[in-house]
Structure formats: C-alpha cells, structure tokens
C-alpha cells in the first residue's frame, strides 16, 4: 500500500500558487466570465501578496509573523495583517516600501475584504488596473526582496505573452 501524499505550501510556495491562479485568470478566457475571473485573480493576488509580505517577516524573525510574537509558533493564534507587516517590514527588517506601494496594497486589500465580506463593484479597466499594480508589486517584491523570479512559471508556456498582450 503506497503512502499518501502529504500537501505541502511553505510561504512562498502558497503565494506562487496563488499568484499563478491570478495570472491565469487574467491570461485564459476560457475559465469562468470576465468578470468573475477579474474578481478572483484579486482574491488571489491579494493573498500571494500577504504571503510575500509574511515571507519576508519570517526571514527576518519567523516570530513576527505572528501579531503577536509571544504566541509563535501556534497555528491558533492569529498572524499579522497586512497593516503590521508593512510596519514590521519598514521598522525592523528595514524593507523600504514607497508610499505608493503601501497605498496599491492596502486598496487591494480593501478591495479584497469588499469582495469577500460584502459587496463590490468597479469597471473592468479598473479591476484590470487593480490586478496591473498587484502583480507588479509581486513580481518587483519577490525579486527585491525575496530574490526570487516569481514570474519564470509563467514563462514555461504562453501564459506570460497573453498576459502582457492583455494587459
């Protein structure tokens, strides 16, 4: 009898997945209609993004992804939210965030929580856009900070053309 296979996602395993979902939804029309796909490729970037954030704070001290660091390494407590990861990030692993890139992500997690917990509406160029600035910052992040190429999976096959030709 073979042994089951165990499902694992480290930080930045979990954010590729969720990032690679994004680019997907954004590259592929065939799956589901436009606007649930831009809907959800902003769930999904918004998550890899956090996680990429937390990565960079479990670097840095694995205790500081957690809010509060006394409780590490309990999966019952809560991890930072976005709010301390950036704080965390900018006083104490001296991770220097424009204030533009601070402003993209804390509109993209406002728009993810609207999306999540009640309504939300927008044009699609401007979904587009919000989407744009995400995987932007994730990519530039990844590799800035994390060196890390979080776009190489997506250059394997036609994903990153029709990415950039759509976008």
Known sequence: MTKPKK????LIGNAKDSLRQAVELMAWKGIGDHHSRLKHAIGSSAHAIELLLKEKLRQTSPAFVWENVDKYPS?????VTVDTAISRLKRIAGVNLSDQDIEHIKSLRKTRNAIEHYEWSATESEAKVIVG???SFAFAFGKDELDVDLSTDFKQDDTWRVLIDDL
């Open 133 to 135: 600035n995400a995987l």
């Open 7 to 10: 499902i694992r996602f480290d």
């Open 75 to 79: 999966l019952e407590a809560r991890t």
